[in-house]
């Protein structure tokens, strides 16, 4: 691992910039964004679509290089680590649950979580017991040995969401993760995982077209056209900015 | 490595055992592959076998036919002039005259079908005349004694102390003889047929015979069999006799098995054939693991997002590919094995250790072969891609 910049924050971006070469020239993706995000915090970064909040996503997640830019995590920049740094990095500090095809069929819910142990070697007595635990405050104490296909959507959301926790890791990411959700679900799915965000103290960024969800967040970062145009820190405004979502 | 090997056989297997009635189609398809290709190797054997038995056999090094016979047993005559000649020549240490023909025995009973049979002639004591298993070797002279192969014993239940009719044609009259069977010995089938062995003199009485050859007193043999002093100097005696002894040419053992009459485009076919029945395997087990590839593209996606490395990806197809070939080729091997045991002696299958070692090798190399398009698929899976997140 590359050497550590100390910093308050889990997640720090400078100047971050993702430019595509297109046919028609270039694209700036993501424009010269910076954010922070600490230990604890629960953020959402909002936009329409073609806005780069995915892109910013996909960099965040260290799926992406930036084309310039600097993203710390824990004070590690990502930008300049090799690709199997980057794949360790996603395995050890890393939680991320996705829109859709978020499990693997083939493992049972628990083993589902268990994976993300067994990938960093750490599946001991005790981390089975943390994942069956964790599975339980999420709902899914019965539904332990399911495998996804006898799952709703709304219970293999919160598998993933388990499965992002459960390595403790420094950030964790939710890419649209109601968009195939009733209301009522995606509720009780982004409410939940923004406790486990704040009671386990990680750095916490959703990722969504809907406004609604910013109800649960402690920040909402907006973008437009690959730019930060807004932060909306003060809760009032949060949840007036929930409020026109509902409208 | 241990890490890595842990989880990808964790994945893999898991996946296997969740979705059984999957894969275990595909090491169907595998073990049917198998079943095919191993008959068609033991068929290869059986019938390589058949023609090639007593000649392999034979305790000798060298073969000597008449000039330009093509080294083909059937159109070469020796007479007694040459057996002498190459006795005399210098690192022989014995020779047999070998005369061939082909009979029928008539067996007891109304309803036994007639058992055609290669009528050989060979010298007793002399290299030609096969070692017997039950009973004894052959008398010299004109005795009327046989000695039978396995395969004629099994197929007539003819025992030691018997005595058989074979019916030649000589001239334009079929003649019968008696002989008594004085010893059975190990498998010795020439020209894909079971096999009696006469004494010389017998055989040339007994044979068929052309109407011209009826009343002639020569006796001719067809090739002789040559033993050697030492075995390395084949090549040596081999220039020998040709250079002192006129119109005779020789072969070793092996070049006199690949002379016999369409025993190597026989071969070849089946060889051809054996291999492509790996090619198609190579192709379908290819196919299936690479479509099954194709509709795990976002499951890999996921795999590789939270942080498994190429190599384990990758590893887990390969263990999968294997563990299934496995399967696939044993439950084939086991299939062959219970299906030989249904097949009566006259059909030409032999499952030789040898050639079905190979084709299990073959066969088992077959799964990472076709699989290796898949393996390569997987691990160029971007998960940026595979998740839906590239711009």
């Known amino acids: 691992m590359m ?25 700036q993706a993501v424009d010269d964004v910076s954010i922070q995000v600490a230990p604890g915090e629960f953020v959402a970064l909002v936009g329409p679509s073609g806005s780069g909040k995915t892109t910013m996503l996909s960099i965040l997640a260290a799926l992406l290089k930036p084309s310039s830019g600097q993203i710390l995590l824990d004070g590690e920049d990502l930008a300049g680590m090799s690709e199997t740094q980057r794949v360790n990095l996603r395995r050890q500090k890393i939680g991320f649950t996705f829109q859709s095809n978020n499990l693997v069929p083939y493992l049972s819910a628990v083993e589902n979580v268990e994976l993300m142990l067994r990938l960093n070697n750490r599946l001991d007595k005790a981390g089975k017991l943390r994942a069956r635990e964790l599975l339980a405050r999420l709902g899914l104490g019965e539904r332990l040995n399911n495998l996804p296909g006898q799952m709703s959507g709304g219970q293999q959301q919160r598998v993933a969401i388990a499965r992002a926790l459960i390595h403790n890791p420094s950030l964790v990411l939710a890419d649209e993760p109601t968009a195939s959700l009733d209301s009522e679900r995606a509720f009780q799915v982004v409410e939940t995982f923004a406790g486990l965000i704040h009671e386990q103290k990680r750095a916490g960024i959703i990722v969504t077209h809907d406004l609604r969800m910013c109800e649960f ?31 | 490595m241990t890490q890595l090997f842990t989880v990808s ?66 159109a070469s005559r020796l007479g007694y002039d040459r057996l002498a000649a190459v006795q005399r020549i210098k690192g022989v240490a014995d020779a047999g005259m070998l005369g061939t023909a082909n009979a029928t025995i008539i067996l007891p009973g109304n309803n036994a079908a007639p058992l055609k049979v290669s009528l050989m002639g060979v010298a007793p004591g002399h290299p030609g005349e096969p070692k017997v298993v039950t009973g004894r070797q052959l008398g010299s002279g004109l005795t009327r004694e046989v000695i039978l192969d396995r395969s004629t014993a099994l197929r007539s239940k003819l025992v030691v102390g018997d005595t058989l009719t074979i019916r030649t044609t000589q001239g334009t009259t079929d003649k019968f003889f008696d002989l008594r069977v004085v010893g059975i010995s190990d498998g010795q089938q020439y020209s894909l047929q079971p096999t009696i062995f006469l004494p010389l003199g017998t055989w040339d009485r007994v044979r068929p015979k052309s109407e011209a050859e009826i009343n002639s007193t020569d006796l001719v043999g067809n090739v002789i069999i040559v033993k050697l002093n030492d075995p390395t100097e084949a090549a040596l005696v081999e220039s020998r006799i040709k250079g002192q002894i006129n119109n005779v040419e020789t072969a070793s053992l092996d070049q006199a098995i690949q002379a016999l009459p369409g025993y190597t485009a026989q071969q070849s076919t089946l060889n051809t054939q054996g291999g492509f029945t790996l090619f198609i395997g190579i192709l379908v087990i290819g196919g299936f693991f690479q479509i099954q590839t194709l509709q795990k593209v976002p499951q890999i996606g996921v795999l590789k997002a939270i942080g498994t490395s190429n190599p384990a990806v990758a590893a887990a197809s390969v263990i999968q590919i294997v563990v299934i070939t496995i399967i696939g080729v044993a439950i084939g091997a086991v299939l062959s094995f219970l299906f030989s045991l249904t097949f009566p002696p006259t059909v030409p299958i032999v499952f030789n250790g040898q050639t079905s070692a190979i084709a299990i090798i073959a066969l088992l190399l077959i799964g990472p072969l076709g699989g290796l398009v898949s393996i390569r698929y997987a691990v160029r899976i971007e998960p940026l891609k595979a998740l839906g997140l590239s711009s």
């Open chain 1, 3 to 27: 050497n550590a910049i100390e910093t308050q924050y889990a997640l720090e971006t400078k100047s971050v910039i993702k430019t595509y070469q297109t046919d028609t020239g270039p694209i």
């Open chain 1, 217 to 247: 967040v402690d920040r909402v970062l907006q973008m437009r056209d690959g730019k930060l145009v807004k932060v909306t820190d003060e809760h009032d405004e949060i949840m007036k900015l929930a409020r026109s979502g509902k409208d």
């Open chain 2, 9 to 74: 056989s964790y994945l893999a297997v898991k996946e296997i055992w969740r979705n059984l009635g999957r894969f275990l189609l595909v090491s169907l398809v595998i073990a049917l592959i198998t079943l095919l290709v191993l008959f068609i190797a033991a068929l290869g054997e059986g019938l390589g076998n058949g023609n090639r038995e007593y000649i392999s056999k034979l305790d000798a090094q060298l073969i000597v036919y008449q000039a330009k016979s093509d080294l083909l047993v059937g």
